[in-house]
């Protein structure tokens, strides 16, 4: 991890990287104002660090990557390196750097610190490299630009996104460089911050202007950020155009749907510009550009998505716990990162749905088929990845084996699909056939045990190219040769310990001690003294040195030639590799829902038309899990002819958010192709699952509870259609009591009389029981209690000072929460039972019975219905904790001995009564 906390959201003018005031810049400016006092590589460093800007400047200098001025400064405090200088003058330069092998994990500190980080390498080698070694900028590494395993999350896809707005609409350009996914949305600006929420994208671009930035900020308030503002010339119509007809070599976009530059294109013209830019080289393998259409997927807004737990939970923001880590049975990384996009857009098309279902149920059925695949996919690497590094010619030797050695895998998993599969699976294996000539090119031209290095040799198989074979040939006579050397000098001399060695330094040389010095021969010439020897070399020894150590260049750079042309050679099938990748990653989902299928008893639910929701024994899929064979399955049927809208009620901690989270989730799963924890489920797709819960991350950023609680019912009230699922828990529990109780009263009304659509309201206020009598539609459920011990003392009467029984917190006067949701209405709230299971001291609750009392009884007096809407003749009441004047009236009349007062002292009474309490 870093050693300095990223910022959420890094805008150009907050970039860490711009120390503008520091002494380390003024000593750049100092170098660059005259040149002449820096050395050629200095210079060469100067000019490559204001192409760079703001970006911190890895160097490579032989076996480290050096940085300067205040790059080093930086470096120095964020990776916990040395920081040094490079000279001793009156204003040495300011120097630190890593070793290259380390270069990896020093780069993931600084990206995710949040700084951008440009490397610029040695083009050519120190050894025949002739004055100032040639040196460029090969890639600027920034948040969401990674494409190395090592800088990536294994199984979380990493995005790139793209802004454009233009009057109310904004459109959105979505790529990720190491998966080769490129698309286009367009929206509003609150449905594109609900969707960039969905996509995470490590890093936005966005161009100078105000509506661009305040988009990407609100993202930044839900996940960790990077962004870069880019000139706005980039997003125009007339420059994205230009790079996108460049990008995909074409005259027009009509051929990929797009018959004008809208938004949309202008946000995916700039992009293209900007990862061109970042990784020095064209970016072929985003081959196609698709637009994703809102239509097609449901709808869910940041608010559910954070609230649903989808991908991470709310108490802890980690993976684990949430729904995608419970469902994924993946045995690949790409599978995993496909489910997790799956589940982030679950589909609206019946027959779509229906058709992953088949696949499910087929390989659920058919267990060999299923074992065969898992068996063979759990060999396979991340092509999808390994694709993206090849085109962007930045694959290793090991990545091309890795490669071969899953394309040999395809034979065998498109044989256990079979030959009459569903058509899912079948069209998944078709996209595995026609690879026989690339795996013959890569299983015969690199050797399995390659190095990840390019230079060093050791990469192509033998036999594969003659000419190298030769020189290989070479080099291994030369080992005979040097071995046969060394026993002809021995016999010669007489000097049984004579050696024959070599170093990089000085090459080749014979070794002798200095006791044998007196024993060697004219011809041998000193080449280095060591500390217990001399080495000498001879004319046949430099001659051998020469045609070995040239068979030997020579034939690595051979080597580095075929292997980039075997890496051409495969680039140009990238289009058909990610297609490759994307079939194994469907197969592997549809092979782990089976799995999970079987291992937690899912069915298969049935999709129909209409608005329809029926779940038979569901259960929770993550509590599923956890409490295992403890949870308590429930049933939520909702739509014709049933209720449209459950009023749910029951005590707190009874179950009550669990069970209308759960038949969300549950549609979510059916919507993304899974099956479902439950006995039977028959439902109806729906358009949008909006989830009013939670507002504690909002109340952190300055927002009160009740607030937050009504900027979300108003989302749901304006953009829930009749085709959509809503869950409200607890709405209205931000303000004081009739307050909260006539909103959720209202709120409730209209979900089932105006929007119609499918609802489950979860709440404290027994008094919504009532609608069910006035509102067509609504059904009252509530989450059976069984009482243990209330029946001798009234539920409302507090325990005697000194009950040990209470104080030990013994079954007497308690509640089981049984977590069955059974029809009724909840007639009690057990609050103050739920209050004494947690603790609370028992003179307080005592003191809370005896108030609950007081309030009960004067509702009691003072209860009236709610209004049916439009009816305005009846009051409402609002209950106190102060006595009521009407209630000292009654007591004091109560008291009275009529028989004992004169006519006087009877009107100086009322005249006292009037007095004290008014008119």
Request: negative net charge; contains cysteine.
């Amino acid at each position: 991890m870093s050693t300095e906390p990223a910022n959420p959201l890094l805008l150009d003018a907050d970039r860490p990287g711009l120390r503008s005031a520091d002494s380390a810049v003024r000593l750049l400016a100092t170098a660059d104002a005259d040149p002449n006092k820096l050395t050629p590589a200095m210079r060469q460093y100067v000019d490559q660090k204001k192409a760079v800007g703001d970006a911190v400047l890895l160097f490579r200098m032989g076996d480290f990557y050096e940085t300067f001025f205040e790059d080093a400064a930086l470096c120095a405090r964020v990776l916990g390196i040395a920081l040094t200088t490079r000279d001793r003058s009156e204003n040495p330069v300011p120097m630190a750097g890593i070793p290259h092998h380390a270069l990896e994990s020093y780069l993931l500190k600084l990206v995710q610190a949040g700084y951008r980080v440009a490397i610029s390498e040695q083009l050519e080698d120190a050894r025949s490299s002739k004055g100032l070694i040639r040196r460029d900028i090969t890639r600027i590494v920034t948040p969401g630009t990674l494409t190395d395993d090592t800088l990536l999350s294994r199984t979380r896809s990493n995005a790139i996104a793209a802004l454009c707005v233009q009057g109310e609409e904004v459109g959105v350009a979505v790529a990720e460089l190491s998966g080769g996914i490129f698309e286009v949305l367009t929206a509003n600006r609150q449905v594109t911050v609900d969707e960039l929420v969905r996509i995470a994208p490590a890093e936005i671009l966005t161009d100078e202007s105000g509506p661009a930035a305040e988009i990407a900020r609100q993202v930044s308030q839900h996940l960790p950020l990077s962004c870069t503002r880019r000139p706005p010339h980039e997003f125009t119509r007339h420059n994205a155009e230009r790079t996108l007809h460049e990008h995909f070599g074409v005259t027009t976009m009509s051929g990929f749907g797009f018959d004008d530059i809208g938004s949309a294109l202008c946000a995916a013209g700039a992009l293209v510009r900007y990862l061109r830019e970042t990784q020095r080289s064209a970016v072929t393998h985003l081959t196609t550009l698709t637009r994703r259409n809102s239509a097609d997927y449901v709808q869910l807004d940041r608010n559910t998505w954070r609230a649903l737990e989808i991908d991470r939970t709310l108490r802890t923001g980690s993976h684990e716990g949430s729904l995608l880590e419970s469902v994924d049975r993946t045995v690949t990384a790409m599978g995993a990162r496909r489910l997790g996009r799956w589940l982030a857009f679950p589909l609206r098309d019946l027959a779509a749905i229906t058709a992953r279902h088949d696949g499910v149920g087929y390989l659920r059925d058919e267990d060999a088929v299923r074992r065969r695949i898992r068996d063979a996919l759990r060999g396979c690497a991340d092509i999808e990845r390994i694709a993206a590094r090849i085109s962007l010619v930045r694959a290793t030797p090991r990545d091309l084996v890795a490669l071969g050695r899953t394309l040999t895998t395809a034979p065998a998993i498109v044989e256990a699909v079979g030959t009459h599969p569903p058509h899912i699976l079948g069209d998944a294996a078709g996209r595995l056939r026609g690879f026989a000539g690339l795996t013959e090119l890569l299983v015969k031209s690199i050797r399995d045990d390659a190095p990840i290095g390019l230079r060093e040799g050791g990469i192509i198989a033998e036999g594969f190219h003659p000419e190298l074979d030769r020189l290989r040939a070479m080099a291994s006579e030369g080992q005979s040769w040097l071995a046969e050397y060394q026993r002809r000098l021995i016999e010669e001399t007489g000097i049984d310990r004579l050696k024959v060695g070599f170093n990089q330094v000085f090459g080749y040389y014979i070794e002798i001690s200095h006791a044998q010095k007196g024993r060697i021969p004219a011809n041998f010439v000193r080449r280095q003294t060591v500390k217990n020897a001399e080495r000498y070399i001879t004319e046949e020894l430099k001659r051998f040195e020469d045609d070995i150590l040239t068979a030997r260049d020579r034939a690595n750079e051979l080597e580095f030639q075929l292997f980039e042309e075997v890496r051409r050679d495969v680039a140009a099938e990238t289009g058909r590799l990610l297609q490759f990748a994307e079939a194994l990653a469907e197969l592997d989902i549809l092979c782990g829902l089976a799995e999970l299928a079987v291992e937690r008893r899912y069915v298969r639910p049935r999709v129909i038309e209409g608005h329809r929701l029926d779940i038979r024994d569901g259960r929770h899929p993550v509590l599923d899990q956890t409490l295992d064979d403890r949870f308590v399955p429930n049933d939520v049927v909702l739509g014709e002819p049933d209720a449209r809208l459950i009023v749910l009620t029951g005590p707190n901690m009874a179950g009550k958010s669990t069970y209308i989270r759960q038949a969300a989730l549950l549609v979510l799963l059916a919507q993304s192709g899974s099956f479902v924890p439950a006995s039977a489920m028959t439902f109806s797709p729906v358009d949008r699952v909006f989830a009013r819960v939670g507002a504690s991350d909002e109340i952190l950023r300055g927002h009160s509870t009740f607030m937050i609680e009504m900027i979300e019912a108003a989302n749901i009230l304006r953009n829930a259609t009749p085709r959509s699922l809503v869950i409200l828990d607890e709405i209205g529990r931000g303000t004081s009591t009739f307050d909260g109780l006539s909103l959720a009263w209202a709120i409730t009304e209209h979900l089932a009389k105006q929007t119609r659509c499918l609802t489950l309201v979860a709440t404290h206020y027994h008094e919504m029981t009532e609608l069910a009598e006035l509102v067509p539609g609504i059904r009252n459920f509530r989450v059976a209690v069984q009482e243990v011990g209330l029946t001798t003392r009234s539920s409302s009467s507090p325990p005697a000072a000194g009950d040990e029984s209470d104080e030990r917190g013994s079954d007497a006067g308690s509640i089981v929460f049984l977590h069955r949701i059974v029809e009724g209405g909840a007639d009690k709230s057990y609050g103050v039972h739920v209050a004494r299971l947690a603790g609370v001291p028992m003179p307080v609750i005592r003191r809370s019975i005896e108030i609950l009392d007081e309030l009960q009884r004067g509702f009691e007096r003072k209860s009236t219905h709610p209004r049916r809407a439009g009816d305005r003749s009846l009051p409402s009441a609002q209950l106190s904790l102060f006595p009521d004047p009407a209630d000292e009236v009654l007591r004091v009349l109560k008291e009275l001995r009529p028989d004992e007062l004169t006519p006087l002292d009877a009107l100086k009474l009322l005249s006292e009564l009037k007095a004290r309490f008014g008119a």
